[in-house]
């Protein structure tokens, strides 16, 4: 299983980025997948999922509004969409999958998912 994030960088208060998840040796279509980030010195928080219909989604408060989970079953990748951006948002972001195949819930826990990426760096700052 590999999971590789793309698209961070610097952006400015109130722009856009768009992140990328490619998942590879697993049957992505079958998982639910997460967004999680955390910045320097703070905790983990999760920021949005979405189940394997790729309709059903959800989102943290912090980000509601401002912030648009996909997925591409067919080319086997995970998006964010970062829009309105805050230098609250800095922070290095990871795509995480889900341990369980067809979940039906939302997953706020680190023991619910099994493989994460190496994360890709989100910088928001004038």
């Known amino acids: 299983v590999q999971l590789v994030e793309s698209g961070g960088g610097l952006a400015q208060p109130g722009g856009s980025l768009r992140l990328s998840c490619t998942a590879s040796?697993?049957?992505?279509?079958?998982?639910?997948m997460s967004w999680a980030r955390q910045a320097p010195g703070k905790g983990l928080e999760w920021v949005s999922g979405?189940?394997?219909?790729?309709?059903?989604?959800w989102d943290s408060t912090s980000v509601k509004g401002r912030f648009t989970i996909s997925r591409d079953n067919a080319a086997n990748t995970l998006y964010l969409q970062m829009d309105s951006l805050k230098p609250e948002d800095t922070a290095m972001y990871y795509c995480?999958?889900?341990?369980?195949?067809?979940?039906?819930?939302?997953?706020?826990?680190?023991?619910?998912?099994?493989?994460w990426g190496r994360g890709t760096q989100v910088t928001v700052s004038s």
């Open positions: 995480a999958k889900a341990k369980a195949p067809h979940t039906k819930v939302i997953l706020t826990d680190s023991t619910d998912y099994d493989y």
């Open positions: 040796g697993f049957a992505f279509s079958n998982y639910a």
């Open positions: 979405i189940f394997t219909d790729g309709t059903t989604t």
